[in-house]
């Protein structure tokens, strides 16, 4: 499992069965071309041009000029994949969205230069169906070989763009409830989410409500309605929607105990509301969404500084005394392995029975609010939202898998993307965010989900907070989009409408 690395493929040309296949983490969307590219005199003959996407100005390139074919035209139904590379993103003009999969290393075939042109930009052949199928690796940094040296290499969102309008840049934060109000916290500095198990008492102090044993680790657990209030309580209220949200910065680890996880939320920063100068430090701002929905996001470094001394020797208690350099170790560890965004990281979700989804296909998490039905719209997707801007169709998960509907007004809405196309999963309730470094190949399914096998294609064991080992169906969202909401260009409702009307 370990050796498995993640690509994104696409049909450079239909006609000639060439696929090529870039490393997933390089590709942040794919998506039909947006408006008229605009020429630009004067540019290598194999830059087609600018194409202007939300608030950015891309560069797309003609990837079968860039790689010698004699037939260098697409049609209207073209798609471009946005690429990160030195960042910067440009775009590459592909005849289609193939898939997304997972390739061991053993059936990676590097190509030996001596068959290669000189800027080596088809580095491998990878082997999928040997005999059958074989998928030409591009390698990015061969193809933008000479980008470092001219190219401006600030973060993205801090470069000017051609508009005369600042760009937007965005930011993610993980929103959780404490007592009756709504806080946030940089998706950066979150690395995990368990259950609030038996928390040790045993140094409590202050707002240090004790610690927990998470993986062979003692992680220090703050009262957090204590420490945002000022205040002191008596024993914290545990209830089912409690969680400790594990948070990891360079100076320490810790848990808050938070009432209720609420969502994973991509806000503007220009959005934000600056608290007056000087005012809070422990504060970055707040957040006022419509119906007087207001959330204040935290500078956490800030907040728990003044418990940073306590909270470190804590930590090195169940972990035995370590050295300087030890120390540094088990942190950087820490920070590295248990991301909350990362590979082995997993979205558990219910819809009567549990599910999981990687959470690295996870934008967002909103609660379900302003949603619109769809005139005459049948079957598992009837209402859509306003996404910034955008409108994007719910898929009721219960539906789509034959569960049986129950009436859930604090559903919540996953915000994924895949194939070019948004779409927003209903779900009963978020259980939690879990890490499972290996997963199993799904066995025979009832005849329920049987019709849905591609999008639930491999399993994890997940414990839950009983301590009971549990098979969960992972939810492939690449599948569920290419094979069942965008076949042949319908979408879903699309779908569900022709039987009656034959």
Do not use: W
């Not at 804590?314 to 590295?336: C, L, P, R, W, Y």
């Amino acid at each position: 499992m370990s050796q498995e690395q993640l690509f994104a493929s696409f049909m450079l040309d239909q006609d000639k069965g060439l696929e090529i296949a870039l490393r997933a983490e390089h590709v942040s969307e794919a998506t039909s071309i947006q408006g008229t590219i605009q020429e630009l005199p004067g540019s290598v003959n194999f830059l087609e041009g600018v194409m202007h996407l939300r608030d950015d100005v891309i560069p797309v390139i003609n990837l079968k000029k860039r790689l010698g074919l004699k037939d260098v035209e697409y049609s209207q139904e073209a798609k471009v994949a946005i690429v990160s590379l030195f960042n910067k993103r440009y775009g590459l003009l592909f005849e289609d969205i193939k898939e997304v999969f997972r390739a061991d290393q053993n059936i990676i075939m590097p190509i030996s230069k001596v068959l290669q042109t000189q800027d080596q930009a088809i580095s491998a052949l990878i082997k999928l169906e040997p005999g059958k199928r074989a998928v030409e690796l591009l390698d990015l940094n061969q193809l933008f070989i000479d980008a470092p040296a001219d190219s401006d290499t600030s973060p993205v969102e801090d470069r000017p763009t051609t508009s005369t309008a600042k760009a937007t840049t965005y930011s993610r934060y993980v929103v959780f409830k404490s007592g009756n109000q709504e806080y946030g916290v940089p998706v950066e500095i979150a690395r995990e989410l368990t259950f609030c198990t038996e928390i040790n008492e045993m140094f409590k102090t202050g707002v240090t409500a004790g610690a927990i044993e998470l993986r062979g680790n003692t992680i220090p657990v703050i009262d957090t309605y204590a420490l945002l209030t000022d205040g002191e309580t008596n024993e914290c209220a545990i209830s089912d929607k409690t969680r400790i949200l594990i948070l990891s910065s360079e100076d320490c680890t810790a848990g808050l105990i938070v009432d209720e996880i609420r969502e994973i939320m991509t806000i503007p920063d220009n959005e934000i509301l600056p608290f007056p100068d000087g005012e809070n430090e422990n504060v970055i701002g707040m957040y006022s969404r419509p119906g007087d929905l207001n959330t204040i996001l935290l500078n956490c470094g800030a907040l728990i500084s003044d418990q940073s001394d306590a909270i470190k020797s804590m930590a090195n208690i169940g972990n035995g005394q370590t050295s300087d350099s030890e120390e540094s170790d088990m942190t950087t560890t820490v920070t590295t392995t248990h991301h909350l965004i990362t590979e082995n990281c997993y979205l558990i979700f219910s819809i009567g029975q549990n599910f999981a989804i990687e959470i690295k296909d996870v934008k967002e998490i909103l609660e379900n609010l302003h949603i619109m039905k769809v005139p005459g719209a049948m079957g598992c997707s009837t209402e859509v939202i306003s996404l910034r801007g955008a409108v994007v169709p719910i898929v009721n998960l219960r539906k789509f898998y034959g569960f049986e509907e129950a009436e859930n007004e604090s559903s919540k809405l996953i915000i994924c993307s895949a194939h070019g196309q948004t779409v927003a999963l209903e779900v009963d309730q978020i259980v939690t965010i879990y890490k499972q470094e290996q997963f199993h190949t799904t066995p025979s399914l009832s005849e329920k989900l049987q019709a849905r096998k591609d999008t639930v294609n491999r399993l994890i064991e997940f414990l839950n907070e009983d301590g009971l080992k549990q098979h969960v169906l992972v939810l492939d969202i690449h599948n569920m989009i290419r094979n069942h909401l965008q076949i042949e260009g319908k979408t879903l409702q699309d779908q569900e409408v022709e039987p009656d009307e034959q």
